[in-house]
């Protein structure tokens, strides 16, 4: 019921969405200054808010045409490398001779797209060959593609390490530092070609059971029976993946903005302020963040719940009891891996201690190979978007890369 009521709303407000596209639309033309003039700043920052009061539920683009290698402008060209239902390797591919260090950016899965890392896409581009997981909106995928769980997913981070081939740097953000870090322990165990050079992990929840946050208490809050119970829905009949049980974007989106909803307010507040006044670069700013916020992701629901109960609640990867296709993971198994976690000293998402723990578990990797960085002064986000990660965080990470290609 949960889906069926959420885009019965959404129908119903469309009518009303449209009269306001409608009527910002006959404000252009030869008499938009006098009309608007007319109708008032005011009425027409009121049509664009209710304009914009809405979900989208497809992938933004990345934004990312072209790239300053060395002195020279390069065209940029997004390639599916490899796809499955569930996700593409998508590659970032550049017009130019040089060979650079491949990179495989892991993207979480956790109600929004990739692009989220969008910012990080640019600032990894000049000086590397770039991949990243794009995942796709689990709505879309038939229940004929069958499940989509923890398992799946390290299943295919090593499948699109194997497709790129030997001698890739991993670079997870958040949520899949866990899958990542399995990856490798399951890929060293087994001596695997495909094995990473380095793998870095920025703010992701490797051991939740040190300084836990909202979100982590939240999660041990009720049996993971509540969750599947009051989180979990079934696509609408009208979409490819009817039936499929999924924990919906919207939902994990109200979540995320329930724990700053004064800002998220605020920050409306401001925008509709901006309009009024005519600001325009303030406004577009704002109004480029939302529509990145507001463009969800439905998760497959066993993915959801596995995550759930597997990291948040038991806490299996720190208490060496993680199973992976029915065999247990182990970190020690990774020796030849560079390992560089990043922390963020304002995270309210992923606390300080809870990344750079994935040390511990890899306790056979020789100090040389073992780097950290606490960033001060940056909440989660600012560990791999903004000025801070540009300037400060990825000079690190690019030394560890080069580091390991030797």
Request: charged fraction near 20%; proline fraction near 5%; glycine fraction near 6%.
């Amino acid at each position: 019921m949960l889906y069926s009521v959420y885009q019965t709303s959404d129908d119903l407000m469309m009518p009303l969405r449209l009269f306001a596209d409608a009527t910002l639309n006959m404000l252009q033309g030869p008499w938009e200054n006098l009309t608007r003039q007319l109708i008032g700043r005011h009425a027409i920052a009121t049509l664009e808010m209710i304009s914009r009061f809405r979900l989208t539920h497809h992938r933004p683009s990345y934004e990312v045409d072209s790239v300053t290698v060395g002195n020279a402008e390069v065209a940029v060209t997004e390639e599916a490398a490899f796809a499955t239902p569930f996700g593409t390797l998508l590659h970032f591919k550049k017009d130019i001779e040089q060979v650079q260090p491949r990179v495989l950016l892991v993207a979480p899965m956790s109600g929004h797209f990739a692009t989220l890392l969008r910012h990080t896409v640019k600032v990894l581009l000049p000086e590397h060959d770039v991949y990243i997981t794009d995942w796709h909106n689990a709505r879309d995928a038939s229940l004929a593609d069958g499940r989509f769980g923890f398992d799946e997913y390290v299943e295919h981070l090593i499948l699109f390490l194997e497709k790129i081939g030997p001698g890739v740097h991993i670079v997870a953000v958040c949520q899949p530092c866990v899958q990542s870090l399995v990856a490798a322990a399951v890929m060293a165990e087994e001596d695997h070609p495909a094995l990473p050079r380095s793998m870095t992990l920025m703010a992701g929840p490797i051991d939740t059971r040190i300084a836990p946050t909202k979100v982590n208490d939240l999660a041990k809050t009720k049996p993971i029976e509540w969750f599947e119970k009051n989180l979990i829905s079934r696509v609408p009949w009208r979409y490819k993946g009817a039936g499929r049980r999924v924990y919906p974007g919207f939902v994990q989106l109200m979540a995320f903005m329930s724990m700053n909803m004064d800002r998220h307010v605020r920050a409306h507040q401001d925008l509709y302020n901006h309009l009024v006044a005519g600001d325009i670069d303030k406004a577009s700013a704002a109004k480029m963040f939302y529509d990145e916020y507001f463009a969800v992701l439905d998760l497959p629901a066993e993915f959801y719940l596995e995550t759930v109960q597997m990291i948040f609640q038991n806490h299996l990867l720190p208490r060496g009891e993680l199973m992976w296709r029915n065999r247990r993971v182990n970190p020690a198994s990774i020796r030849k891996t560079t390992l560089f976690t990043v922390e963020g000293e304002r995270d309210d998402i992923c606390a300080v201690g809870q990344t750079v723990a994935a040390h511990d578990l890899c306790k056979n990797l020789r100090p040389y190979r073992k780097r950290h960085h606490m960033q001060p002064g940056v909440g989660h986000y600012g560990v791999f978007s903004g000025r801070k990660w540009e300037t400060q965080i990825y000079p690190l990470l690019r030394n560890v890369v080069l580091s390991s290609e030797v």
